[in-house]
Structures are given as structure tokens and as C-alpha cells.
């Protein structure tokens, strides 16, 4: 007795899932583990937090307040710093750390081994990121609306200035944890926050720093960031192109370097 193979019987065969549902499925993944690390959750939502409402209650440094309308509160200056500096330790800081124990506890080396290509891994990430952000400023525009804030601007800038700023930051991270060892990432990546956090415009005004360390210090991005946020929401100004030319270059740097250098294993 003969048996022959009827066609069609094995389908569908098995292999790759379109690159879009494998980029979705890996971005929900990254954000649910996200979510649940409570180290990063600290990080990312509690300090930034805890910073606006001690910055906005105790004059601890002094700030310039003047808005569209004239003079405005502490808060006017410090929310939009506070904004940049979510989505700089969420898109840097959280991530290159994150990425980085993944590396070496060999989480990335079996995705190398997937169909997933390194550039939609990235993709991914950066998808999570832009979730958890969306939390985070929602939150922090809650506290610092109570807090007194009064914003202006065009909320269109307002989103074009958190996207690419989460590109630029999301590609140093991923180039610091696709190239240094999980350790080197934890540390190199906290002191960068901590360094940006007072050299960066988040906190103390740029206006504060010698003449040539101003020149330097605006190029950086979480300064364009910070400034681009607060021309907008602060005073009102309409689209910041030099900001945005700044951002867009890191992002092309930042993404361009981790796509070619980051290191599955």
C-alpha cells in the first residue's frame, strides 16, 4: 500500500511572522518588563516627580519665571527641565541599564538567534520607551498643573521635541549598552543622569555657567531639550528649529552608531 503527500497538508508553514507584528509583540514584551522593575519605575516616575515638587515648594535655587503673560512661578521653569529629564532617564538611563544586564545575562544574544533584526529590536525598545513616557508626562503635567503650572505653546512642538529627544536619548543608550559590560553600563549611565541633571538646564538655569561652558552645554541633549520645551511651554515661542536641528543631529549620531556598534553578546 502507496501513500503520497497531499499538498497543503503542512500549511501554513512555519517561519518568520511579519517584521511590523514581530516589532509590536517585542515592544509590548519591553514595556510590560519595564513596567515591573521597580528600580526603574523609581528611576523614571519617582524621582522626577519628588524633583518638581521640591524644586516648586522650597526656593532652593533661583530661577527665572517670566512667561508669555508676564511673571509666572517656579513651577513655569521647572516643569518644562522636569519633562526633559523623564524622557532622558527613561530613554538613556533606564534603557542603556536594562539592555545592558540583557546582554550579559544572554537575553539578547538568544534574540540574535530569532528573525528579529537588530535595527527592529531597536525599534522596539524605543516603541516601549515612547509608552512609558506617555505615562510619565502625563502624571508629572498632573502634579505640576496642581502645583500652579501655567503652560503656553503649541502642543504639536510640544510632541515633535519629546519624540525626537526620546530618539537621541534612545540611541545613546542602546550604543552605551551594546558596547560597555553590564557594570560599566549601570555606572556610566547613572553618573551621565546625575552629571546632566545639574549641567543640563533640567534644574539649574544655563544662564548660571560661565560664558564658553554655556556654549558647550547648550549643544548637549538634554539642554536642547529642556530649552526647546521651555521656549515653548514657557514662553510661548512658536516652532524651536535650532533645538530641533540639535536633537535630530544627536538622533542621526546616536541610532546611526548603536545600529552599526551594539553587541549582541
Avoid at 514584551?29 to 519628588?50: A, D, H, S, Y
Avoid at 510632541?159 to 540611541?171: N, Q
Avoid at 549598552?177 to 553600563?185: V, Y
Wanted: charged content about 10%; aromatic content about 6%; hydrophobic content about 55%.
Amino acid at each position: 500500500m502507496s501513500t503520497t503527500a497531499t499538498e497543503g497538508v503542512f500549511t501554513p508553514k512555519p517561519g518568520a511572522a511579519p517584521l511590523p507584528r514581530m516589532i509590536c509583540a517585542q515592544a509590548l514584551l519591553e514595556t510590560k518588563m519595564l513596567l515591573r522593575n521597580g528600580e526603574q519605575l523609581l528611576l523614571t516616575v519617582v524621582i522626577p516627580t519628588l524633583l518638581l515638587v521640591l524644586f516648586s515648594a522650597v526656593d532652593i535655587i533661583a530661577v527665572p519665571t517670566g512667561t508669555a503673560g508676564g511673571q509666572g512661578k517656579s513651577v513655569d521653569f521647572l516643569a518644562p527641565g522636569i519633562l526633559a529629564l523623564a524622557v532622558m532617564s527613561t530613554a538613556f538611563t533606564g534603557q542603556a541599564i536594562a539592555t545592558g544586564f540583557e546582554r550579559r545575562y544572554g537575553v539578547l544574544k538568544r534574540l540574535a538567534a530569532s528573525p528579529l533584526p537588530r535595527w527592529a529590536l531597536m525599534t522596539a525598545k524605543t516603541c516601549s520607551v515612547l509608552v512609558t513616557e506617555i505615562l510619565q508626562i502625563v502624571l508629572l503635567t498632573v502634579v505640576a498643573l496642581a502645583l500652579g503650572w501655567s503652560p503656553h505653546g503649541n502642543p504639536v512642538w510640544v510632541v515633535l521635541l519629546l519624540v525626537l529627544g526620546t530618539a537621541a536619548f534612545s540611541g545613546l543608550g542602546l550604543l552605551m549598552a551594546g558596547a560597555l559590560k553590564a557594570e560599566a553600563t549601570l555606572a556610566a549611565a547613572n553618573l551621565v543622569f546625575l552629571l546632566l541633571l545639574v549641567g543640563g538646564g533640567v534644574i539649574v538655569p544655563l544662564e548660571k555657567f560661565p560664558g564658553a561652558a554655556q556654549s558647550v552645554l547648550q549643544l548637549l541633549p538634554i539642554s536642547a531639550l529642556s530649552d526647546g520645551l521651555r521656549d515653548v511651554l514657557q514662553h510661548g515661542a512658536g516652532l524651536p528649529l535650532a533645538d530641533l536641528g540639535i536633537l535630530a543631529v544627536w538622533t542621526v549620531l546616536g541610532l546611526g552608531a548603536a545600529a552599526k556598534f551594539f553587541r549582541w553578546e
